[in-house]
């Protein structure tokens, strides 16, 4: 096998597997980092603690314009894969209800385990690396690709563009998306995805600090009408700029695309999902039955936190010690506000608050080893791609199963989609209880749902 020279650009997730990969097939690998160090995202994944992967896996937990491609990338690298790649080399997993962690609890051994592993296959690590151009060079007796940079001049065989997106970054960049544009690929509009969403209003600083379970469900109004998009149940946090939490960062991209075509876009908030209608219809005949004569208030207190009772009832304009008349029809408003509070959402919080980007380079215009497909020698992964997946250890999934197969091509390997699979320890199965307090429906036509089902093999 030829010792080819693989360059990398970008020290994130996928930037690393991909060079642990490449050089483990016998490449010599470099990788350029614009920062001081490199994976410094992965240290601020899960609160600090990583969720790496999700034994829960489904690549219909994921979303793009050309989903039918992903089960065959997570055939070659599964999390499985992740699994025994990370326990080989010394560091234990834990899990969480199907959520995977370090045993350690901490971010920094994720990266600490990958920087031995560059250490000991000598791949070469240039930081604070600013990328002036990348171009490829004609010279038949040179390499193929030339990068200029703040650190000099550079030379490869191949090379990979690893250069993440502009998702949790303070200073906004396009530059990784331009390199692949440079050499012939088109772009989907990189959009803001896991993040929060602001609201329409004037009482935010009156709900702030609320975290309670709900039932979120959002829709989106156009030319064609008003659709329900997608639904997630959980814990969210009220802001003083509108929604946060998880349920509320999975409905984020969809709220991107839709405010990106011009639509209006609401949510309906449900603060009781645990009734059924028929508990909710003797709830409602009980509370009107036994409030007369009583302040607005404390027929509510009982409920809702003392903060969301103030926000609903300068919504229904009463004040809190108007007294309750006998079918009081301020009453049932009240109450239909309770099961659903509409909150017309005006933005999502910046880039900069984004854990991922939605959007990127197509699927369509990579090979199933992820070389572009105008391009040979030049490789894409991570959210380079046009590839997000929802909360729960997903897109650091995406991030090794796409560095992996780009590293191991582009130094003339490859993985295997058909290979033996090693059973994950019993110890780490125990507890594997999958989340299904989420999403009655969804409906967009990039939704996951349109995944085919992953082969057995």
């Known amino acids: 096998m030829k010792n080819y020279r693989v360059g990398i650009i970008g020290g994130g997730a996928s930037g690393i597997m991909a060079a642990v990969m490449a050089a483990s097939f016998g490449a010599i690998v470099t990788v ?18 990583c969720n790496l992967s ?53 971010a920094i051994t994720v990266l600490h385990t990958l920087e031995q592993l560059l250490a000991s296959y000598k791949v070469r690590i240039v930081t604070e690396c600013e990328i002036f151009s990348v171009e490829q060079n004609k010279r038949k007796d040179k ?20 250069c993440g997106s502009p998702a949790g ?25 896991l993040v929060q969403l602001k609201g329409q209003g004037n ?24 659709k329900l998009i997608q639904e997630e149940i959980g814990e969210i946090q009220l802001t003083d700029y509108g929604i946060s939490g998880i349920p509320v960062f999975q409905l984020s991209r969809h709220v991107s695309r839709a405010l990106e075509e011009n639509a209006k876009v609401k949510v309906i908030i449900d603060f009781l999902p645990e009734f059924s209608e028929k508990e909710w219809t003797a709830f409602v005949q009980a509370c009107q039955l036994h409030a007369e004569g009583k302040g607005f208030a404390s027929c509510l207190e009982g409920i809702l936190p003392g903060k969301l009772v103030s926000v609903f009832l300068k919504y229904v304009q009463v004040k809190p010690d108007d007294k309750i008349a006998r079918q009081d029809k301020r009453l049932v408003k009240l109450l239909e506000l309770i099961r659903a509070f509409p909150l017309a959402i005006s933005a999502t919080n910046p880039f900069q608050n984004a854990q ?53 091509s582009a130094a ?34 990039t939704n ?4 085919k089902k992953k082969k057995k093999h």
Request: proline fraction near 4%.
């Open 448 to 451: 996951p749902a349109a995944v």
């Open 412 to 445: 003339g390997g490859k993985l295997f989609a058909e290979k033996e699979r090693i059973p994950i320890r019993n110890s780490l199965m125990e507890g594997n209880v999958r989340d299904t307090r989420r999403r009655p429906g969804r409906t967009e036509s």
């Open 356 to 408: 991922v980007c939605a959007g990127g380079i197509p699927l369509s215009q990579v090979t199933q080893n992820l070389e572009s497909n105008y391009t040979k020698g030049l490789y894409l992964t991570g959210e380079m791609l046009d590839v997000d997946g929802r909360c729960g250890g997903y897109n650091l999934q995406w991030a090794w199963t796409s560095g992996a197969i780009a590293g191991a």
């Open 169 to 193: 970054e303070k200073e906004f960049s396009m530059a990784g998306y331009q390199y692949a544009m440079h050499f012939g690929h088109t772009l989907l509009k990189p959009l803001p995805a």
């Open 203 to 226: 009482f935010f600083k009156t709900w702030a600090g609320v975290r309670c379970e709900a039932k979120i469900s959002l829709w989106k109004t156009n030319r064609q009408g008003t």
């Open 32 to 49: 350029l980092e614009k920062k001081e160090k490199i994976g410094k995202k992965i240290l601020v994944t899960g609160n600090g603690k």
């Open 54 to 106: 999700n034994l829960s896996f489904s690549a219909r937990e994921y979303y793009s314009d050309n989903p039918e491609k992903l089960p065959d990338y997570f055939s070659k690298f599964s999390v499985e894969d992740t699994v025994h790649f990370f326990e080989g080399n010394g560091m234990l997993l834990f899990n969480r209800g199907g959520y995977l962690y370090p045993r350690s609890g901490q």
């Open 143 to 162: 390499e193929k690709f030339h990068v200029q940079s703040s650190q000099g001049d550079f030379f490869f065989d191949r090379l990979i563009l690893s």
